[in-house]
């Protein structure tokens, strides 16, 4: 038992906690509010408190929990709503209370089917049976490594029953994981695979790998949260943790309701079930926005333990990076670059190094990819967050102010953007390789001559270059661009993707074969492109005959 | 639990800025509401920042001027402030602190509510939708408010912002269903003031009104109360009371400079422009009490008023409240004529939500986006002609030319006291859209063109 000396908000000072350990979980007053010790002198502590600290006073009393901040980790996860410490939202009443804390988890019952024999080896994090009533994919229960020494028939559990003993250890359907520290996994795979999120920008010019890191920086009204969860309902994963960090509240109710309408297109199901959402919306405790990042990196850890391909979209990592500079300010830590703590670069390394494709101890295969979203005070990208965010990233996709406000969604610079993996990954794929070369290369040019066209006019360029600048205005509106709310364009296959732009890249040469060929540029401006620009909208079927309804119109010119 | 008696401190050991630290307290929680009783018998009040051991660090609501550091004394109530809510608020003119300043009796209720506000269960939120109409056509047009939404007024200095939120809370309504404005005036001047109470007259005599006045030469530090007082306020109508409320701030950019005022005297580090680091975190804690919730009738919208330094976006103030609210109306002088709104500029991101068949009209939402498209296009053909002279214009273009003049002229200038119905608005619409020639309108489906379409001669 300790007592609380100090209080300033979130900072909580105690004393008489002898034998506490850094990071360890304490209970803070008559309510036992969460806490976390992050530094220790003597048996003097300082706690960061994970609860509104409004009535606590020097004197109450301090409770040790024995063990680090960690979270409960089952079968409620997917297609659940949870706080960023893990504890579930939804069942919790309509304000959310610290003197009312909610239970940890629900009182459910799950069917569970053992997967394993009695007296079988069962190796660490191999699977010793599966919840298939917990949403999709299958919820596996993974071994602690050992004989088999009991396990229960097929049937209905609640999450804290024991199910099995293996290494004389008890295994229920639940376990507990401390956040601060990534689970373990054998080893990291060198090979990559792409990760497909539908959205034509990313998936041709800006390619990420399963296990790879993204930063998506963007000033407000850029459309950042828009393409965060179109990726979030459309991306190829097998599990989605959506991290909803110091945002909206009204947002965050528009993803959970749409979740849960939508279809999962592989699945049939719905998919709010492959889905964890973390809610730690603006006006929640602050210092729970900082958990939130780690206990959502430890779940999307949990998911790929079985197996899985884990994507995790964290909006925003600024408002974590703002709660660490918020506590350390309070604590009296030296500023670094603008009053974020010294440490703001290490500790997001630390966090992106957490994404990868492993092994896993029971020798499956498994991914956490980690999508990271940056809120750059008055969009202004050298600020600290996002250039130290740069280091640490495989890829790049930043939002741009001039497009957005010209309703160009979304508003993925291709210019300002990169991926350091988009060679390796084209690199089994000779025609992928060649069809984003050409792309990238005629947005580049026409973006140069677009600049040169505003000074001199467009109509004093040769002709070769005007069909240039028409390229690349066919480019951006056939294919860049991608409605959100159109069914059929919401989503992109990576074979539609290419379709696209095979067909664009067809009518933009056949453009530049009849300027070769003498034919006046501007009776090729005025020709009727709109079947390839809508054909984004079209049945896949159709696109090539759209190509050739373009086609053949400008074979009449010669 | 025994109650005691409050005990009472007399020990202020530092008076600094607008806190006071008073030593030898026992038991006083962070965020405690205090009062203070002066020598001279003067009352003011404050709240707790920081404990330490038995050095409690208050925040003197109505400033330290004149505070001596012998002679006063300081209770703690034990709990952070709460303060009655109900229907008795309605109708009311208060100070920043919620004390009447219309001659009548102190505003009692039958409940109390801590003003801090608690959050509100993100799974229990119901997303925001249908509107709420303000008679002020170019919003009502084209950046809809809708209900449980957040969306701010961004003006720089002599912009008419204080006029437009005023004129809005006094003509705002949501058809038949029960509405409440609450306005926290935060900093205003008192010709200001004295203006807002004359727009709003009609509103607070019929019982739908309540008004929080902070003036320029009120207290600095009372600002910081003010907008949640008005929230705390709002929440019991809305969700106790099943009303639908609008709740005005203006101006936040006021509120946001008394918070830097406290931050610097606590010395804290400070982030851009010197204000806090958590100026984010703060105003989060009041724009997101905006909402409706899952089951229950009312809503809350939020209309944060702020002018913008030198008329930069990018000032901290505007910047953050841009990150959080769902949208925004910008002031310009580049407009003319009152109400000053850019239209391109100007976003409302739950506008989808609030429009359309059953809530304003079916053709809302395409008839919205088809006159900011050629507004755009206007502008581009704008700044050609100022090159190379309208005549060298194509036709084409110069018609968008007479569309943005008749927008202009017919949709957006109104009167500060005008109050335009949604089917005059509507009317004025596509009077605008019909200066274009019918091919120009590929945004709107040619049976919505059939029955509103009349090209001008």
Redesign the interface.
């Known amino acids: 038992m300790g007592t609380v000396?100090?209080?300033?908000?979130p900072l909580v000072?105690v004393e008489g906690l002898a034998g506490a350990a850094m990071f360890e979980l304490v209970g803070l007053g008559p309510h036992g509010l969460p806490g976390e010790i992050v530094s220790l002198r003597g048996d003097r502590a300082t706690v960061q408190a994970y609860e509104?600290?409004?009535?606590?006073?020097?004197?109450h009393s301090v409770e040790h929990r024995g063990s680090p901040l960690s979270a409960l980790l089952g079968p409620h996860l997917l297609g659940g709503?949870f706080d960023g410490l893990l504890r579930p939202?939804?069942g919790?009443?309509?304000?959310?209370?610290p003197a009312t804390p909610v239970p940890a988890h629900s009182a459910r019952v799950w069917r569970f089917t053992p997967l394993v024999e009695e007296g079988r080896a069962a190796g660490p994090g191999t699977a010793i049976g599966s919840v298939e009533s917990a949403g999709s994919p299958p919820y596996l229960v993974l071994s602690p490594g050992g004989e088999v020494s009991a396990i229960r028939p097929a049937g209905i559990y609640s999450a804290d029953a024991q199910v099995a003993v293996v290494g004389g250890a008890e295994v229920t359907l639940i376990r507990r994981r401390p956040v601060r520290q990534a689970l373990p996994y054998v080893s990291r795979l060198e090979s990559v695979i792409p990760f497909t999120t539908g959205q034509r920008v990313i998936d041709l010019l800006l390619p990420v790998p399963l296990g790879g890191t993204v930063a998506v920086p963007g000033g407000?009204?850029t459309g950042k949260t828009v393409l965060l969860q179109q990726i979030a309902k459309w991306c190829e994963a097998d599990v989605v943790v959506y991290i909803?960090c110091?945002e909206?509240?009204?947002e965050?109710?528009?993803v959970?309701?749409e979740l849960g309408e939508l279809t999962d297109p592989r699945t049939g199901g719905r998919l709010g079930e492959r889905t964890v959402v973390i809610?730690n919306?603006?006006?929640?405790?602050?210092m729970a926005r900082e958990a939130s990042i780690y206990t959502g990196v430890t779940v999307a850890e949990h998911f790929r333990d079985m197996g899985y391909d884990v994507v995790v979209i964290a909006d925003s990592t600024s408002?974590w990076a703002?709660?660490r500079?918020?506590f350390a300010?309070r604590s009296g830590a030296l500023?670094a670059e603008?009053?974020y703590p010294a440490d703001l670069a290490s500790a997001l390394a630390a966090f992106y190094e957490r994404a990868g494709r492993v092994t896993t101890l029971g020798g499956a295969t498994g991914s956490v990819t980690i999508i990271g979203a940056v809120?750059p005070?008055?969009?202004?990208l050298t600020e600290p967050v996002t250039t130290q965010t740069e280091r640490f990233v495989r890829a790049l996709w930043a939002l741009d102010r001039d497009l957005a406000?010209?309703r160009h969604y979304p508003a993925v610079s291709w210019g300002g953007s990169f991926s350091r993996d988009a060679d390796v990954l084209m690199a089994g794929s000779p025609d992928a390789a060649a069809r984003r070369a050409r792309v990238a290369g005629l947005l580049d040019e026409a973006g140069r001559l677009a600049t040169l066209a505003e000074l001199v006019g467009a109509a004093t360029l040769p002709a070769r270059e005007r069909v240039v600048l028409l390229g690349g205005r066919l480019l951006r509106e056939g294919f860049l661009r991608q409605s959100s709310l159109s069914l059929l364009d919401a989503f992109c296959r990576p074979g539609r993707t290419a379709m696209l732009a095979d067909a664009l890249l067809a009518v933009i040469e056949r453009c530049q074969d009849l300027v070769d060929h003498g034919i006046p540029v501007a009776s090729i401006e005025e020709r009727d492109f709109s079947p390839v620009l809508r054909a984004k909208d079209a049945a896949e079927e159709e696109i090539m005959a759209r190509r050739d309804t373009v086609l053949d119109d400008l074979e009449t010119l010669r | 639990m025994t109650t005691w008696a409050p005990v009472e401190y007399t020990g202020v050991a530092e008076l600094r800025g607008p806190l006071m630290v008073v030593r030898g307290t026992?038991?006083?929680?962070?965020?405690?509401y205090a009062s203070i009783e002066l020598e001279s018998g003067e009352h003011r009040h404050g709240l707790v920042?920081?404990?330490?051991?038995?050095l409690a660090v208050v925040q003197v609501l109505e400033g330290t001027a004149g505070v001596r550091a012998r002679g006063t004394r300081v209770t703690f109530t034990g709990?952070?402030l709460r303060i009655p809510v109900g229907a008795a608020w309605q109708g009311r003119v208060c100070n920043g602190r919620g004390r009447p300043l219309d001659s009548g009796p102190p505003v009692f209720g039958m409940t109390d509510a801590?003003v801090?506000?608690?959050?509100?269960?993100?799974?229990?939120?119901?997303?925001?939708a249908d509107p709420v109409l303000t008679g002020v056509s170019a919003i009502d047009a084209l950046t809809t408010l809708v209900r449980?939404?957040k969306i701010a007024l961004f003006s720089s200095g002599g912009l008419p912002h204080l006029e437009l939120a005023a004129q809005v809370a006094a003509q705002a309504h949501t058809g038949g269903a029960p509405f409440s404005v609450v306005f926290a005036a935060m900093g205003l001047t008192h010709a200001d003031a004295a203006r807002v109470r004359d727009a709003l007259e009609e509103r607070s005599s019929a019982g739908e009104l309540t008004l929080l006045l902070n003036l320029a030469d009120d207290p600095v530090i009372e600002r910081l109360l003010t907008p949640r007082l008005a929230l705390t306020i709002a929440e019991h109508l809305a969700?106790t009371m099943g009303r639908h409320v609008l709740a005005v701030l203006a101006d936040m950019t006021s509120y946001c400079e008394a918070l830097r005022e406290v931050s610097s005297a606590r010395g804290?580090?400070?982030?851009?422009r010197a204000y806090p680091?958590?100026l984010?975190?703060d105003l989060?804690?009041i724009y997101?009490?905006?909402?409706r919730?899952r089951g229950l009738p009312g809503s809350i919208t939020v209309l944060p008023v702020l002018s913008m330094p030198a008329g930069d976006i990018?000032?901290?103030v505007p910047?953050?409240t841009?990150?959080?609210t769902?949208g925004q109306i910008l002031l310009t002088r580049d407009v003319a004529s009152y109400p000053h709104i850019d239209p391109?500029a100007s976003?409302s991101r739950?506008m989808r939500a609030g429009v359309g068949g059953g809530r304003t009209r079916p053709e809302h939402m395409d008839l919205a986006t088809q006159i900011l498209a050629a507004l755009?296009r206007a502008r581009q053909a704008g700044e050609l002609a100022e090159l190379v002279g309208e005549r060298a214009l194509s036709i084409t273009d110069r018609r968008y030319l007479a569309m943005a003049e008749a927008f202009e002229l017919r949709l957006l200038a109104q009167r500060g006291d005008e109050s335009r119905s949604l089917e005059e608005t509507f009317n004025r619409a596509w009077q605008v859209v019909s200066v274009l020639p019918r091919r120009e309108l590929s945004m709107l489906d040619p049976e919505t063109l059939d029955a509103h379409y009349r090209e001008e001669p």
């Open positions: 000396t100090r209080v300033n908000g000072e509104y600290t409004g009535g606590l006073s020097p004197g709503v939202l939804t919790a009443g309509m304000w959310l209370d407000f009204g909803g110091g909206r509240g009204n965050m109710a528009d959970v309701a809610a919306t603006s006006n929640m405790p602050m408002r703002e709660a500079r918020e300010s500023p603008e009053g809120s005070p008055g969009g202004d406000y010209a | 026992r038991g006083v929680g962070w965020d405690e920042l920081e404990v330490d051991r038995d709990s952070p801590a801090t506000g608690l959050p509100l269960n993100p799974t229990l939120r119901e997303p925001p449980g939404q969700f804290e580090i400070p982030a851009r680091g958590y984010y975190s989060a804690s997101e009490r905006c909402g919730v990018t000032h901290p910047d953050l841009g990150y959080i769902e391109l976003l739950m755009a």
